[in-house]
């Protein structure tokens, strides 16, 4: 298994309240992605990184933020969150092989509730 | 825009039957890769098989095959032989050049093997 973490693993909290999320890989892969599962629309692709201090936007962007200072950890923040942001989150990464057939390794998930 | 399309919201097959779990796809890149995951219910995230635009041979990795018709632009997954551990949510996804390290996916279907 590919060596992903994420804290922490359930979370509640309130509306408009700031809260992070964090990946941790020990694979020195140079990608790595927030994705966020709802029923309905499968995977999403928040943010991702392609280096260390290097980000860009996915697809489902808006209320978020991302942090990457070290190679081997992703910070995903919700700076006031929403009911909306009531999800289950996932973090992954890959190598950044050139060509198709990399796949992505996922971590177990966080799952997060916002009343 | 990329797209995935998974028809199927739900499956049922009987134990040692196969199952064949459809997913459409739309790009106008000529150079792609196609993959499958499954997500049991303890919400893991599992690569299971990929297949390239190019390859002219459908993907095999055990029970599972991907019969590719790249001209109606599917791939689905193939599960011979099921097992009640096959039982869980399966995501087809794509990538290609224009996405560089992105993957896009498709909203699942959920298999249940029957006894």
């Known amino acids: 298994d590919a060596g992903i973490t994420q804290s922490p693993r359930h979370k509640v909290t309130e509306t408009g309240t700031p809260v992070t999320l964090r990946c941790h890989q020990t694979e020195n892969h140079r990608y790595m992605y927030w994705y966020r599962q709802d029923p309905g629309h499968g995977l999403r692709l928040i943010h991702y990184s392609y280096g260390v201090k290097d980000t860009d936007k996915g697809e489902v962007s808006d209320g978020y933020s991302v942090s990457r200072s070290k190679t081997e950890d992703f910070l995903l923040t919700l700076e006031s969150a929403t009911s909306s942001q009531t999800s289950v989150y996932f973090c992954?990464?890959?190598?950044?092989?050139?060509?198709?057939?990399?796949?992505?390794?996922f971590g177990p998930g966080t799952r997060l509730l916002v009343l | 825009a990329q797209k995935i399309t998974q028809t199927q919201p739900g499956m049922f097959v009987q134990e040692k039957e196969a199952v064949t779990l459809d997913c459409t796809y739309d790009t106008s890149d000529p150079s792609y890769g196609l993959f499958w995951y499954k997500q049991p219910s303890s919400g893991e995230m599992i690569f299971l098989i990929y297949?390239?635009?190019?390859?002219?041979q459908n993907a095999t990795e055990g029970r599972y095959s991907l019969n590719f018709q790249k001209a109606r632009k599917s791939a689905n997954l193939v599960i011979s032989a099921s097992q009640l551990g096959d039982s869980a949510m399966y995501f087809c996804?794509?990538?290609?050049?224009?996405?560089?390290?992105?993957?896009?996916f498709g909203t699942g279907t959920s298999l249940t093997v029957i006894p």
């Open positions: 297949q390239g635009s190019y390859d002219q």
């Open positions: 992954a990464i890959s190598f950044g092989l050139a060509g198709h057939q990399e796949t992505q390794y």
């Open positions: 996804a794509m990538r290609n050049d224009r996405t560089g390290n992105q993957f896009y």
